[in-house]
């Protein structure tokens, strides 16, 4: 009995120790089992959190896409409005741009959950009552109604609808990171509980410290995946930044292509005078040459049948020369300058171009019940819409026919003519008796690039560029016509009540008090000939005058000359400008009077002149001896002289 003690105590002790053995393995197990399953709800806690996560990024990102390609799509329209429907790209850029945005809506709808789905709703209905809008404005700009397209594109700015389209995308980029930050901090939360259970056991540190490296790699990724999405917005922003400077650019170069385009469409109408120009030089050189051989033949045996013949050429020469004027004037590029302009003479002075161009099949009649009213706008611009109705006439008549041309007054109301304010308004009415058109050929006679015309015969930029003349004067444009019916514009342009037509400047006129005095005269021309015939001029003005046919070799026959009294110089030369050669002189020759002379002045301005008197090509005697007398007794600043 006394022995069972004894021997049941190292069975109790193994015993004890298996059972702490079994225990503390069954411990470690357990431990074991939960750190695993501790680390396995972790890692799906993270990686539920890290798709998470991915979706509110794709979510904001996408947002943040459609925002900037629906902001792409309105400067595309923006530019497009500009143009005024000269480049059918923009319009089509408009339209790809909003399909875009229309499939990343899509998208964005697909991705979002349903508590987001109220939000995408509504901003789908944002969305397109938008693009109702804007379709509006490409279409008015599409038609031509560019003043109207551009209002309603200032006005959309303020749009309700773009509005709630910014504050849906707003509140759904914020619900998403309301999430975002929910979703990050339950991950977090569970990650740390892992660690603290970790940290606890010692005997598992290395899988603390594994834990660790894998938290770090995952912290890693998260930065990376967020400095990657920084980058893109900034890669966004710097596109939109370089699409304003692409929009102000396209702008500035829209403003230099519509000057250019104004100078096309007026040498377009240049090319069409061109014919008649030509059969009115050929008739008049005829009077000259034949008046001058009649007069060589009369000379020595009637000598009053030679003087006749002699003013029968000079008349001739004369004709020539006022065609030639009236062309450069017509053709010249210059800015526009607006002035009182009285519609019915400018239209009665218009009748020797109509006869010229139009050409001798088509019978011109005007007519005038303006009551003398005048309007406000750049003479030259007029005259070239004018010229370019009537070639479009002639066009329509095929060469034969009645072009009537009124020019009349009304009182209109307000909305009465298109889109006319209520006033009154000067009106001119283009009729022809030409085929007319069909209302749907009628409707896009004012597109730019529109024409009926077969290839080479019109650029389709006529109309456009009277329709834009009219609109840039406040007016309206009326169109009337009819297949068989011929066809009558009429433009409604604003009266201009305290304007008065400019007169012209009387003639100045110097009387002499004395027999003139002989002078020494340097004459600079480049052309041989019209050096010599001025060098007989002043001869036969008995003037002494000096040749110089380089405008270089100036100084030195100033020098070999001695004391000259006037310096006459032409403006255009090819080594040196008649401006620039004067001006090298100014410093040794300061008060050498200057008599400029000119058949086209061409880019060499007023002010490049200094004021000087100017002879214009081809010149008479007595208008060379009032130039001279002018320039010597330096009357006045920046005339011409009256030939």
Request: charged content about 25%; some cysteine; hydrophobic content about 45%.
């Amino acid at each position: 009995m006394g022995r069972e003690p004894d021997g049941a105590a190292p069975t109790s002790g193994a015993n004890w120790r298996a059972v702490t053995l079994v225990v503390m393995a069954l411990a470690g197990a357990a431990v074991l089992i939960a750190l695993i399953a501790t680390l396995g709800g972790a890692n799906r806690e993270r990686d539920r959190a890290l798709e998470l996560q991915k979706h509110s990024y794709d979510v904001m990102i996408l947002a943040r896409t459609l925002s900037g390609t629906m902001a792409r799509a309105e400067a595309s329209l923006g530019r497009y409005v500009i143009a005024g429907d000269k480049d059918e790209r923009l319009g089509l850029m408009f339209v790809d741009q909003r399909n875009a945005a229309a499939s990343q809506l899509d998208q964005l709808d697909r991705i979002t959950l349903d508590d987001q789905q109220p939000r995408v709703d509504a901003l789908r209905r944002a969305f397109a009552e938008r693009g109702e809008e804007l379709n509006l404005i490409a279409l008015s700009t599409r038609y031509g109604k560019n003043d109207q397209a551009l209002a309603r594109f200032y006005q959309s700015r303020e749009a309700p609808a773009l509005a709630r389209i910014d504050r849906e995308l707003n509140l759904i980029i914020g619900a998403e990171r309301g999430l975002l930050d929910e979703r990050n901090a339950a991950a977090m939360a569970s990650i740390g509980n892992a660690s603290r259970v970790a940290g606890a056991l010692e005997i598992f540190g290395v899988l603390l410290v594994l834990g660790a490296v894998a938290l770090g790699w995952i912290t890693v990724k998260t930065m990376r995946e967020r400095t990657l999405a920084e980058a893109d917005a900034d890669a966004a922003s710097q596109r939109a930044d370089e699409l304003t400077e692409a929009v102000a650019l396209a702008t500035s170069e829209l403003r230099v292509q519509e000057a250019r385009l104004r100078q096309v469409q007026k040498m377009e109408a240049v090319g069409q005078l061109t014919g008649g120009i030509a059969h009115d030089f050929n008739n008049m050189l005829a009077v000259v040459t034949g008046g001058l051989e009649l007069a060589t033949r009369a000379l020595s045996r009637d000598p009053a049948a030679a003087r006749r013949h002699l003013d029968s050429a000079t008349e001739g020469a004369t004709r020539a020369a006022e065609l030639t004027r009236r062309l450069l004037a017509f053709s010249r590029e210059e800015s526009l300058k607006p002035e009182p302009v009285g519609v019915a003479a400018l239209v009665g002075g218009m009748r020797d171009l109509f006869d010229r161009t139009l050409g001798d099949g088509i019978l011109v009649t005007m007519r005038d019940d303006s009551r003398g009213w005048c309007i406000r706008a750049d003479r030259v611009q007029l005259e070239n819409a004018l010229l370019n109705l009537a070639v479009n006439a002639r066009d329509a008549m095929e060469g034969r026919g009645e072009l009537t041309v009124t020019t009349g007054s009304a009182t209109l109301a307000a909305g009465q003519v298109g889109d006319c304010p209520a006033g009154d308004y000067v009106t001119v009415a283009v009729a022809d008796t030409g085929c007319g058109m069909t209302p749907d050929v009628a409707e896009r006679v004012f597109e730019p690039f529109f024409t009926t015309k077969g290839v080479g015969k019109g650029t389709g930029l006529g109309l456009s560029q009277l329709f834009a003349l009219v609109r840039q004067l406040d007016g309206e444009v009326a169109i009337r016509t009819a297949p068989g019916e011929g066809t009558t514009v009429t433009l409604h342009l604003p009266r201009d009540v305290g304007g008065r037509e400019r007169a012209p400047r009387p003639e100045v006129t110097i009387v002499a008090t004395s027999a003139p005095r002989a002078l020494d005269i340097l004459v600079v021309e480049d052309d041989p000939r019209v050096l010599a015939a001025t060098m007989g001029a002043l001869g036969e003005l008995g003037h002494r005058p000096v040749a110089c046919g380089d405008p270089l070799a100036a100084p030195a026959a100033l020098d070999a000359a001695g004391g000259i009294d006037l310096l006459i110089t032409d403006v255009l030369m090819p080594r040196q400008t008649g401006p620039e050669m004067v001006a090298g002189l100014a410093s040794r020759w300061p008060d050498l009077p200057v008599l400029f002379v000119t058949g086209f002045a061409g880019d060499v301005g007023t002010a490049d002149l200094g004021g000087r008197p100017v002879l214009r090509k081809p010149f008479t005697l007595a208008g060379l001896e009032r130039a001279i007398d002018e320039a010597v007794a330096d009357l006045g600043a920046d005339r011409i002289a009256a030939e």
